[in-house]
């Protein structure tokens, strides 16, 4: 039997004490006030047991990590019908890019980028009663987990830097591919981002992408079928212009945020959270992207 306590023990051991440990987000400035030697590993296995190891339970903004939870939501409400507004593709280029929008007449190349992840939030404000109480109240059921909370001061840094953002929002409207108003979306949007967890709750709350669409509960959220596109996605478009290379060291699918936060699973088998808040160039963590690589690396479990 793999020892996986020991395993995630020695990552944790060999990369606290790397030098090099990236650049902690600044241009969300709430962001900027993590500490860039904190350093976490937790384990879910879909048998119930779980390993952890260093920061596994401090709570961190989880960023465009929020994303893949919204996109299950959505589905939950449209299902096939919102490929006809966002499209599976990998960009190739980073989250906030724009050019691409345009080209391509207002439909976003995947909804784990930020204009994608805009488009599946315009369709939850659609639906949801509540939008931002009852998005918050589904992530805290399928985590099992009800003290999981925003974090109001990082959606209010968000918003007042977030230039960006609206402009893919203004741009969506122009093409049609907003129904609500771009306040409206926005606000939405901001506060999804603005979730915290930490890694064991970020393990249990992606336990349904592993486990056929059903949580830990044995709810069945989304469909097998559904649960299976959710991990393409997140296997060809999950770390922003780094797919590729995550798929190539790492061979799981996976989702990294700002934040510093990544999570990756293997279905039927387990999921796994880092968290480590200095980032590459291209905005994932780049302590966590090298506790993964060794992780399945020592294991020998991808889905390759």
Known sequence: MIDFQGILNNIHDDLKAQEVKGIVASYIPELSKKD??????????VDGRSFSAGDAFTPFSIQSISKVLALSKAIAFE???I???????????????????ELENGIPRNPLINSGALVIADILVS???????????????????????YNFKVADSEESTGFNN????????????LNNSVEDVLDFYFHQCSIEMSCAQ?????????????????????PVKQAKRINAIMLTCGFYDEAGEFAFEVGLPGKSGVGGGIVALLPNNFIIATWAPGLNPRGNSLIGMQALEQFTSQTNLSIF
């Open 36 to 45: 860039v030697n904190n350093l976490g590993l937790f384990m879910q296995h």
């Open 166 to 177: 609206f402009a893919a929002a203004y741009l969506l409207k122009s093409f049609n591919n």
């Open 79 to 81: 299902d096939n019908k």
């Open 202 to 222: 970020l393990s249990k709350a992606f336990y349904l992408f592993a486990n056929g669409g059903k949580c830990m509960n044995n709810k069945q959220h989304i």
């Open 127 to 149: 639906h949801l009663e509540n939008p931002k109480e009852d998005f918050l109240q589904y992530v805290r059921d399928i985590s099992n987990d009800q003290t999981i909370k």
């Open 83 to 101: 490929w006809e507004r966002v499209d599976v593709e990998p960009s190739g280029n980073p989250f906030n890019h724009l050019s691409l929008l």
